[in-house]
């Protein structure tokens, strides 16, 4: 069980507090020996199968950094976690840590929570809310039929029909002690990047946490992906850009070229770029 302060604001001392009691039945990081029946439900192949597709087909090149960068006892951040891609392989790596996994679609959050709590994941802690500028509720448009184009920036509401969810908000500066090593940021927020690090400004500047994140000219609202870059620049980091299985410096990004908006259904052209790893130490490319 998670203990948190009288603030609900996690501690470093309520982390090495934390009773990792499923650690020791981790096979290969996962524990399906502690229940290996629940690996074998429809729910938890399709989690596994995520996780798979995620690190292999989609998503190499981040998950191949994030590997690299995160060690076994380490706090790591999903923020917009959606059905657990991530999580699976986070839980994994940090097995001796903790993976906080930011959902606020309640639906999707129960889900995740429920189905970690199955597979004995217990270095997982499940928030159903979303990481912000600011503590407390805001709208969230979710466009119907698509659950993971779930946005707190307006502008998803010209995307079609949505319907409209009033979450909790809260800032990683709040929400983590400063006591607490946050090692990792991953943001799929769908427009709310440049938010969720005004609300992370302390951890960014004191703990220089690796960021993975998505962004795209496409959700966001007043703002650009260069104005999220600068503003990361302000704070000591320098970033890259995946591009065809490439990792190029972001000075070579051009957003008119990257993410040009042309044809129906751009953003799944190959030459498409909208990820992003920005760290305040080089990042090797191999």
């Known amino acids: 069980m998670t203990r948190t302060s009288d603030s609900g604001r996690l501690t470093a001392s309520s982390r090495s507090r934390r009773d990792f009691s499923g ?10 020996v502690r229940n290996p029946v629940a690996w074998l439900r429809s729910d938890s192949v399709r989690f596994v199968i995520r996780g798979l597709k995620a690190r292999f087909l989609d998503q190499e090149n981040e998950f191949r950094l994030i590997r690299k960068h995160v060690r076994a006892a380490d706090l790591v951040c999903d923020i917009g976690a959606n059905k657990g891609s991530f999580v699976f392989w986070l839980s994994r790596w940090c097995r001796k840590g903790m993976v906080v996994a930011f959902e606020p679609q309640p639906s999707l959050a129960n889900s995740l929570a429920g189905l970690c709590s199955r597979l004995g994941l217990d270095n997982v802690k499940v928030e159903a809310k979303a990481a912000f500028s600011r503590s407390g509720s805001s709208d969230l448009f979710v466009p119907k039929g698509q659950l993971p184009g779930a946005s707190l920036i307006g502008k998803a509401r010209s995307a079609g029909e949505f319907e409209t969810i009033r979450v909790p908000t809260v800032t990683l ?33 004191e703990q220089s946490p690796l960021l993975v994140f998505e962004c795209e000219n496409r959700h966001l609202e007043g703002t650009t992906v260069e104005d999220v870059f600068s503003y990361l620049r302000s704070l000591g980091y320098a970033g890259s850009f995946v591009c065809r299985d ?30 992003f790893v920005f760290a305040k130490t080089p990042v090797a490319e191999k």
Not at 23 to 32: E, T
Not at 173 to 202: M, N, P, T
Not at 252 to 273: E, M, V
């Open 23 to 32: 650690r020791a039945g981790y096979l290969n990081g996962l524990s399906i």
């Open 246 to 275: 490439r990792l190029l410096p972001v000075s070579a990004f051009d957003a008119s070229l990257h993410q040009k908006q042309h044809g129906g259904r751009f953003w799944k052209d190959k030459d498409y770029c909208n990820n």
């Open 173 to 205: 500066d709040e929400y983590f002690h400063s006591g607490v090593r946050v090692s990792l940021l991953k943001i799929d927020v769908e427009g709310a990047e440049l938010d969720v690090f005004k609300g992370a400004e302390r951890i960014l500047r």
